[in-house]
Nanobody, 119 residues
Framework: QVQLVESGGGLVQPGGSLRLSCAAPANIFSLYSMGWYRQAPGKERELVAGTSRGGSINYADSVKGRFTISRDNAKNTVDLQMNSLKPEDTAVYYC?????????????WGQGTQVTVSS
């Protein structure tokens, strides 16, 4: 069973910062694209930020300029630095590892970490 281990969630005031981290097994990290998703109550899970094996990065429009995803190939971790947090960023954040090659597709999810932005 592949485990993606997340850490770093919590409660923060609006305008504050949090850093999430996700550790993956080395064999997964070297082959898979990594990303962060979030799911707020009553809403669908959405992509927040992703980074491919080649280093390309994409962000949801709602977090551009505020969040930064980084991938450390030596530590097999992917971090999400979240600045200028807003109440609408409140959600459970999930780490994701995804492999797509032609017809082959596989992905793994972390257990989720709660981020609450509130005064």
């Amino acid at each position: 069973q592949v485990q993606l281990v997340e850490s770093g969630g919590g409660l923060v005031q609006p305008g504050g910062s949090l850093r999430l981290s996700c550790a993956a097994p080395a064999n997964i990290f070297s082959l898979y694209s990594m990303g962060w998703y979030r799911q707020a109550p009553g809403k669908e899970r959405e992509l927040v930020a992703g980074t491919s094996r080649g280093g390309s990065i994409n962000y949801a429009d709602s977090v551009k300029g505020r969040f930064t995803i980084s991938r450390d190939n030596a530590k097999n971790t992917v971090d999400l630095q979240m600045n200028s947090l807003k109440p609408e960023d409140t959600a459970v954040y999930y780490c994701n590892a995804k492999f797509v090659s032609g017809p082959l597709r596989n992905e793994y999810w972390g257990q989720g970490t709660q981020v609450t932005v509130s005064s």
